[in-house]
């Protein structure tokens, strides 16, 4: 039997992660944990403000991440949250071990225009240019996969559920 896997959907602002995370645990019958309820209220201010985070503000944001996903070992789990840098997604794996990450990918253009379109939430496009410039994709010694965004948000997660039916169970 297999050990269900906490993932961990990552990538920029504007690519699906909180559309494409619970269509993914619902493929994989896990919780869906949203990454942004995560951040303290400060942090929120901070990116409504057009201001990127710094690392001394990610750190709190991530450890509670990586405390739910570390609740969930060897339960399954789905939860969104950028580690767009090695060094967060480091951090994510020494509070969660055997955690594994889901890219999502896509151009500038694809992912600017969904971000254009959506409502409601506080990350402005303006913001999208750091984030690709923080962006340090999937080493080869990573656990995770790299998914595209183009398509329908079920492809997406369809894909990415079939990737990850390929990677080793997941630790104990």
Request: with cysteine; charged share 25%.
């Amino acid at each position: 039997m297999r050990t269900p896997h906490v993932v961990a959907v990552m990538g920029v602002a504007g690519t699906g992660k909180t559309t494409i995370g619970p269509l993914l645990a619902a493929r994989l019958g896990a919780p869906y944990a949203e990454g942004d309820d995560f951040h303290p209220q400060a942090n929120i201010d901070k990116m409504s403000a057009g201001v990127p985070l710094d690392d001394a503000d990610r750190w709190p944001w991530l450890d509670a991440i990586g405390t739910w996903a570390d609740g969930r070992r060897g339960l399954g789990g789905v939860v969104s949250c950028s580690a767009l840098k090695r060094s967060y997604r480091d951090r994510l794996r020494a509070t969660a071990p055997g955690i594994v990450f889901v890219h999502l990918t896509g151009s500038r253009k694809l992912i600017e225009d969904r971000m254009s379109h959506r409502r409601g939430h506080f990350m402005p496009t303006a913001l999208l240019d750091s984030q690709f410039a923080t962006l340090q994709p999937l080493q080869a010694d990573e656990a995770g996969v790299s998914v595209d965004v183009s398509g329908s948000p079920e492809e997406i997660a369809e894909r990415a559920a079939e990737a990850l039916a390929a990677v080793p169970d997941a630790p104990q």
